[in-house]
RNA sequence: GGGAGAGUUCCAGAGUGGCCAAAUGGGGCAGACUGUAAAUCUGUUAGCGUAGCUUUCGGUGGUUCGAAUCCAUCCUCUCCCA
């Protein structure tokens, strides 16, 4: 996997760059659409690609394992054909629902056993095991094994939780090298930077990890509670440390405010399910801020839902009819939102590459900012 | 014409002397959501600036220390039999 650097901007870490991978191009910044499971929750991949401009998606290993199941995965010839994705794809690992589904799950330094949440049934992730599942799956980018310990984990368990994750990292690595890709491009595996809010653990992952050569790198465990202060602090750190040279992905993150300052701070590449989750519960962002569509100010709007909005559905569909579709429960009120917000998450990233390469990033960005965390 | 029953806060519908500003559901209004167990979850929904007070359970009048709940009467509606 190539990655190039077209530009940096003055007083910022920023850069504009390229990534060549097995599926295609992908221009950085860039947002990734969340699929955990081999889809883009109410999008054909027709208006992904076409209408919301996503250039890869992710999909998720635990969810995938689950369900449908790597038989299957491998039988259709992996999963960019079984969901019928032609570009790139990324699978996160199964780290943050380790996390997430904390209660069901015990981990130890083999790896984690959990209980499916769908049926209770019992199985084993390791470092080795998950490496093997994202062969099956077939992603362009893999993601490395990880522990993503809560926020506001105190400092011994934050050091313990590091070193287990360096532990697996080293296990995820040996295991690529030993096995082959199943269908004939080669995939990537990105590590993960973990260490909470410390600084020096931050910094000493960020180290450990980089002797790795990876294609990629990865920050995670952020935008987990803490303050958005406490975040960029901590993208700053990791950002001086990582190679410049290949492509940073802070992992999970964020409202568009915050993909912007990330960018600012040097990170190419972002994955949220802000966009097609709060779309789903009624909520738009623009780029005069965000909207709740079921509020009753709305109620009679028959305006665009967004005159600026590069999708098909803002200038086909009004306010007021998104509001009563989102009112009604209507399924189509998801479909629509969600395209919104995804077109405008990729024109938000897509702007502030512009922006890069035209050298005025900085002064575009506070202005950019103020605007966005708007209430409409 | 005869008989039976019902009218409760936006709607439906509990409650049948004090623990009732009144269950529950719906609707309304607002909020949350950051590597998706989420088309989900939470709050609120008589008035006044909390504690507390004030006006509500078809209308009117009464019984009682106290009534949405008991009595009288009026109004409205539903069902059954002719």
């Known amino acids: 996997m190539q990655f190039s650097l077209q530009a940096t901007s003055e ?34 991949h027709r208006d992904l690609k076409e209408d919301t401009k996503a250039q890869i998606i992710l999909a998720n290993t635990y969810h995938l394992y689950l369900r449908p199941g790597v038989e299957i995965l491998e039988q259709a010839g992996g999963v960019h054909k079984f969901c019928s ?30 209980q499916s949440h769908i049926d209770g049934s019992r199985h084993l992730f390791t470092p080795e095991s998950v490496v093997d599942t994202q062969r099956s799956i077939g992603a362009d ?18 050091a313990k939780s ?47 990890v980089q002797q790795f050569d990876a294609d990629g790198y990865a920050i995670g465990g ?3 509670g803490e303050p958005a202060p406490v975040m960029y602090a901590m993208i700053e750190v990791v950002d001086k440390v990582l190679p410049e ?15 912007l300052e990330a960018i600012d701070r040097g990170v190419d590449m972002f994955d949220c399910v802000m966009p097609t989750r709060n779309g789903r519960n009624g909520m738009l962002f623009t780029w005069q801020g965000t909207i709740n569509i079921r509020n009753e100010k709305w109620r009679d709007d028959l305006s665009p839902i967004d005159p600026e909005g590069t999708s098909m559905v803002d200038h086909t569909y009004t306010k007021a009819y998104l509001r009563h579709l989102t009112v009604s429960g ?19 990233v897509r702007q502030a590459r512009a922006h890069i390469l035209a050298g005025d990033f900085k002064t575009w960005k506070e202005q950019a900012v103020i605007k966005l965390s708007q209430r409409l």
């Open 330 to 348: 209507e399924m189509l009120a998801a479909q629509i939102a969600t395209m919104h917000n995804l077109a405008f998450y990729t024109d938000l």
């Open 222 to 224: 952020l935008a987990v």
């Open 141 to 158: 980018i893999m993601m490395a094994f990880d522990e993503c310990p809560p926020g506001d984990s105190p400092r011994d368990y934050a």
């Open 11 to 44: 007083g910022s870490r920023c850069r504009a760059g390229e990534l060549v991978t097995p599926h295609g191009v992908v221009q950085t910044p860039v947002f990734m659409p969340v699929g955990t499971a081999a889809t883009v929750k109410g999008v054909l």
């Open 162 to 208: 590091l070193d287990l994750t360096h532990r697996w990292l080293e296990r995820c690595f040996n295991r690529l090298a030993n096995t082959q890709p199943k269908y004939g491009y080669r995939q990537s595996l990105f590590p993960i930077v973990q260490g909470c809010t410390y600084e020096d653990l931050r910094v000493k992952s960020a180290e450990f």
């Open 245 to 259: 040279d290949k492509p940073r992905y802070l992992m999970g993150v964020g409202t568009p405010v915050n993909i």
């Open 85 to 114: 994705w032609e570009g790139p794809i990324l699978t996160d690992s199964g780290g943050f629902q380790v996390f997430s589904l904390a209660g069901c799950r015990k981990l130890t330094e083999e790896g984690c056993r959990f």
